[in-house]
């Protein structure tokens, strides 16, 4: 009984998209519309904050431990550093460990270090990785209170640029992407709006000889999701053509980060545009039957 209640429902809503075949494409196009900006914002903030991670992974505060500090009070300022919240990992460099990586790195110019073996430059120091940049001020207050610390490195305003740009992008998406799910649902309302008053006799019938509400109700909400779903699923094919191509291409010129891949994000993409079509959809026939359906 309730499966042949389904299949009419479903039927019912195909048929009054087939007959209402004008509002029906402009209500789907308004969709693919609103749903194609939300995943350019989506994918960008995805982007972002990969960028972001990427870049706390590399983004280290840099402490350095005054000359007065023997070996044991190194290691011990080690492992105060490790027990600071938000802080993943503190790795160790001795001055002669950085003074032998600078004569690598200077190849053919490490001539240029010959006579300062006895009389090192660099100092015992720290790399501080965090795992999130937003806590990187409350971290480097934190690093600047341990005994033997004589110095912590400026990467705050990095991490807050970061930081701010992933808050902006996330701000203005989701004001402009309500915006535009409220036009929408108003423009599947009118659709709706058209089948109600095409099947206005059918439905006084229908009322007359006993049927519920409910049973009236469900082939228009019915139809309202299966509008939001064919522009979720339109969107989804226009920005999986469209970006499968960025990232090679980006990655040609920008080596420093790299954006991520279709795949990696596509379930992410796809759920988000079928959420959002089934309740510009189902919002856009509640709004017309509240105010439409007098039967």
């Known amino acids: ?10 039927g ?22 609103t749903m194609f900006i939300l995943g350019l914002f989506l994918i960008l903030s995805l982007n972002v904050n990969d960028v972001a991670v990427q870049v706390s992974r590399d983004c280290e505060i840099q402490v350095f431990i005054s000359d007065d500090c023997d070996m044991n009070a190194y290691e011990s300022i080690g492992n105060e550093i490790k027990k600071i919240q938000h802080v993943s990992d503190a790795l160790m460099y001795t001055k002669e460990q950085i003074f032998e990586e600078v004569k690598i790195k200077l190849g053919d110019k ?3 270090l010959v006579g300062l073996e006895n009389d090192n430059p660099y100092r015992n120091s720290f790399k ?11 971290v480097s207050d934190a690093l600047a209170k341990i005994n033997g610390v004589e110095k912590v490195s400026d990467v705050q305003s990095l991490a807050n640029t970061i930081v701010n740009v992933v808050n902006a992008i996330q701000n203005v998406s989701l004001w402009l992407v309500l915006l535009l799910c409220i036009v929408t649902a108003f423009i599947v309302s009118n659709a709706i709006k058209v089948s109600v008053y095409a099947r206005r006799k059918e ?14 109700r469900w082939p228009f909400i019915i139809e309202g999701i299966i509008i939001g779903l064919i522009g979720a699923i339109i969107s989804f ?3 999986w053509t469209l970006y499968s191509r960025i990232p090679a291409q980006v990655s040609e010129y920008v080596t420093f980060f790299k954006l991520l891949a279709f795949e990696n994000i596509a379930l992410t993409v796809i759920g988000t545009f079928s959420v959002v079509g089934i309740v510009i959809g189902v919002s856009g026939s509640i709004m017309s039957l509240r105010k439409h359906l007098r039967v």
Do not use: P, Q, W
């Not at 009984?1 to 479903?10: A, E, H, P, V, W």
């Not at 048929?15 to 693919?32: D, E, L, P």
């Not at 439905?203 to 009236?216: E, H, P």
């Open 110 to 112: 490490a001539d240029m």
């Open 1 to 10: 009984m309730m499966s042949n209640k389904i299949k009419y429902y479903i």
């Open 203 to 216: 439905i006084n019938i229908m009322k007359y000889i006993g049927a519920t509400d409910a049973f009236i």
């Open 128 to 138: 501080v990785n965090l795992d999130d940049l937003a806590y990187v001020n409350e």
């Open 237 to 239: 094919l226009l920005i």
């Open 12 to 33: 019912e809503a195909f048929k009054s998209i087939g007959k209402n075949r004008i509002t029906s494409i402009v209500s789907v196009s308004t969709a693919v519309a």
